[in-house]
């Protein structure tokens, strides 16, 4: 009676009034043939009594292997591919692998025209339930594996190509943040913009295999040449329409892509910032430890002292060899590291010594201004905030490389008030009117994906 009862308001929602096969609300119901679920679905995950439409198309390939790629209408159609991906029947289960070690998994039941079951990521469960509609479309994209060499040995990556009558395609390569190397980090970004026309390129950053917490041994001139032989990788692309091609970088990703279209050779058409900042890794840490310290209620005295401690780090890193500054850095250091507060920050356990601050990309780049990169860049940018950004002060950010690249012909910085450094607006509860209170989904900020893809479609027009 439940599925019934939740059956009808999806129809009512997804507008479903066609004659469909209503066997599974039965007494006794059918037994579904053990054939895979392929087709176009849609309808609701629902969490907190609020549902969320979203579309699932399954596929067979041409091997006959399964494919699906689920994504939300409400958001442009941003979404991403099923990974992992099993039939059992009647089970259909598959995950989308999220960036620092997070994942949502999908649990769904088989039942004639319907898939029904769970959704569950790290602090969200949520009913599914899907109707078949139609059969599944072609894919929107395909998918093309590409190797190339780098000075650090041989690259892998996927070209998203989308599947249209068009001959050559604008296309991007994206680069990941700090804490994102593996390409799949960045597979929900390559499916929206491959869906909307444009090929994208996602690679395994160099230390993508490495051992977590293993100190990575390059700096950002390193990643600038790996993301300068991607791009020339996909100017060289048949596929691709050379002149259209530009750069997306979020976070690390888009100083990254500053240090390369800044080259005098203007390898890239136009760049795109999502969070990119504005200021030194030292203060970008520093702004890190100051919310992370407000968070935990440490005292107006304990704040200043870890400020103190750390502005003494940052001058060490630049002067390793003075004994003044070896020495003061030593004794708030240590006074520090006695302090039950020290946990909230990332105070190190000792000073780094010289061959650490030359090879370790924290110390290396720890006082390098990404302004230096941004002023050089001589093509159209488009730059976004969010006002509440939990990595790093996206007001300052903004203002800094506006005034360093975002004054440029075609140029543009957008803050938007509420959005993470995701350019999300996080789950909320707020008053729905004669309703009460309504829960929100997390979701893309308004305007962020809409002006990113207008801006997009400008810049890589015929």
């Not at 068009?166 to 799949?184: C, F, Y």
């Not at 160099?206 to 041994?217: G, L, T």
């Not at 003061?328 to 920050?345: D, G, I, M, Y």
Request: hydrophobic share 40%; net charge neutral; glycine share 6%.
């Amino acid at each position: 009676m439940l599925f019934c009862q939740r059956l009808r308001a999806l129809l009512m929602l997804t507008g479903c009034w066609a004659l469909i096969s209503l066997g599974g609300c039965s007494s006794e119901g059918r037994q579904t043939e053990a054939a895979p679920p392929t087709g176009h679905y849609e309808g609701t995950l629902t969490a907190n009594g609020t549902p969320l439409r979203v579309v699932l198309d399954v596929r067979q390939d041409t091997t006959q292997a399964l494919q699906a790629e689920l994504y939300f209408p409400e958001w442009l159609l941003l979404g991403f591919p099923a990974e992992q991906l099993r039939y059992e029947h009647p089970q259909l289960r598959f995950v989308h692998r999220q960036p620092e070690g997070r994942a949502m998994q999908f649990n769904l039941r088989h039942e004639g025209n319907f898939l029904q079951g769970a959704f569950k990521t790290d602090s969200l469960q949520a009913e599914v339930l899907l109707i078949r509609r139609d059969q599944a479309p072609p894919s929107p994209y395909r998918e093309v594996a590409l190797r190339w060499q780098t000075a650090a040995g041989p690259a892998n990556g996927t070209l998203l190509v989308p599947n249209d009558t068009v001959l050559q395609h604008p296309a991007v390569v994206l680069l990941h943040g700090s804490t994102t190397p593996q390409q799949h980090e960045l597979s929900t970004y390559a499916s929206w913009l491959a869906r909307h026309g444009i090929a994208t390129l996602v690679f395994d950053r160099r230390d993508a295999r490495a051992p977590k917490n293993q100190p990575q041994q390059f700096g950002l001139q390193e990643l600038a040449a790996d993301a300068a032989a991607a791009l020339r990788t996909l100017k060289l692309n048949p596929e691709i329409d050379s002149a259209r091609v530009g750069l997306w970088g979020i976070s690390q990703g888009a100083t990254v892509a500053a240090l390369v279209a800044g080259q005098p050779s203007r390898p890239a058409a136009f760049v795109v910032g999502v969070s990119a900042p504005g200021m030194s890794l030292a203060d970008v840490v520093q702004y890190q430890n100051e919310e992370a310290l407000a968070r935990q209620g440490a005292t107006k005295g304990e704040q200043a002292q870890a400020k103190r401690t750390f502005e003494a780090l940052e001058r060490y890193v630049r002067r390793p060899t003075s004994k003044t500054e070896t020495t003061k850095a030593t004794e708030l250091l240590s006074n520090a590291l006695q302090q039950p507060w020290v946990r909230f920050t990332t105070l190190p356990q000792q000073l780094p010594d010289t061959a650490a601050i030359r090879t370790n990309f924290y110390w290396r780049e720890l006082n390098y201004d990404p302004r230096d990169a941004w002023q050089a860049v001589r093509v159209p940018v488009l730059l976004q905030y969010g006002t509440h950004d939990e990595r790093l002060d996206a007001r300052v950010s903004a203002e800094r490389l506006r005034l360093a690249a975002g004054r440029r012909g075609s140029s543009l910085v957008r803050v938007y008030a509420g959005a993470n450094h995701e350019l999300t607006l996080p789950a909320a509860t707020v008053a729905d009117g004669e309703a009460g209170q309504q829960w929100q989904w997390p979701r893309p900020v308004p305007g962020y994906l809409e002006e990113q893809l207008e801006w997009l479609q400008e810049r890589t027009s015929n």
